[in-house]
């Protein structure tokens, strides 16, 4: 069946655009992770919602950083004016149900370069 | 806070060789423990996990035994192939999380030549 997955693959963006990030997690999944993998270094949790709920928003490195998920499927990480440091690959996961131990299905991430 | 370790990449190895790939981590209470692989292209998979102290977490010929007394979960397969060379991410999940926010490692890149 259809993984998650995400788009556009690549993004290029000028210091000080807005982009936005697609994700598409498996259907029926109720839990929707966004990570922030830097290059060389593991990915680090961004924000989690169950279904249409952002329920934890704690690794959002910024006020320029909003995600929504306003039907809970498909979600949207949105950057605002967008800076170097976020230069980085932005991971979706998406889990079957609201537990801690459901194994996260990972798409294969959006490269966002900030020139 | 919590954290994890491992060894830097890359890992070299020829085929049929046994592969290691060590993992420490820094955690309060019982954490979950996991590995993931990413190939290629491709996103990150479960490759297997570990919930307490002494679970063995094994799958497709890799094994990672959970050490609370060494804070470790190492990987190991005796004996690779090219198709294992990946990219290898160890990972915790804090004790009493509630969603499944995981914490990873900085990965280690494994090639496998013939």
């Known amino acids: 069946g259809a993984g998650v997955s995400q788009s556009p693959r690549y993004k290029v963006a000028k210091r000080g655009q807005d982009v936005a990030l697609r994700c598409d997690p498996i259907s029926g999944h109720v839990s929707l992770f966004w990570y922030q993998q830097a290059l060389g270094q593991g990915p680090e949790f961004l924000t989690y919602f169950q279904n249409e709920a952002q329920l934890d928003k704690s690794g959002l490195p910024s006020d320029r950083f909003f995600a929504e998920r306003p039907e809970g499927s498909v979600s949207t990480l949105k950057i605002q004016r967008t800076q170097q440091e976020d230069s980085a690959v932005y991971l979706c996961?998406?889990?079957?149900?609201?537990?801690?131990?459901?194994?996260?299905?990972f798409g294969p991430g959006t490269r966002l370069t900030v020139l | 806070g919590n954290s994890v370790t491992q060894m830097e990449g890359p890992v070299t190895l020829s085929e049929e060789a046994f592969l290691t790939i060590n993992c420490t981590y820094t955690a309060t209470g019982y954490p979950s423990l996991f590995w993931y692989v990413q190939y290629p292209g491709e996103g990150l998979q479960l490759l297997l996990k570990?919930?307490?102290?002494?679970d063995k977490g094994s799958n497709k010929g890799f094994e990672a035994t959970y050490r609370k007394e060494t804070t470790s979960f190492h990987l190991e397969k005796g004996s690779v192939q090219v198709s294992d060379s990946a990219v290898y991410f160890c990972a915790l999940l804090p004790w009493g999380d509630s969603w499944g926010k995981l914490q990873f490692g900085a990965g280690t890149q494994v090639v496998v030549t013939p």
């Open positions: 996961a998406s889990s079957l149900a609201g537990r801690a131990m459901d194994t996260q299905y």
């Open positions: 570990a919930t307490k102290a002494d």
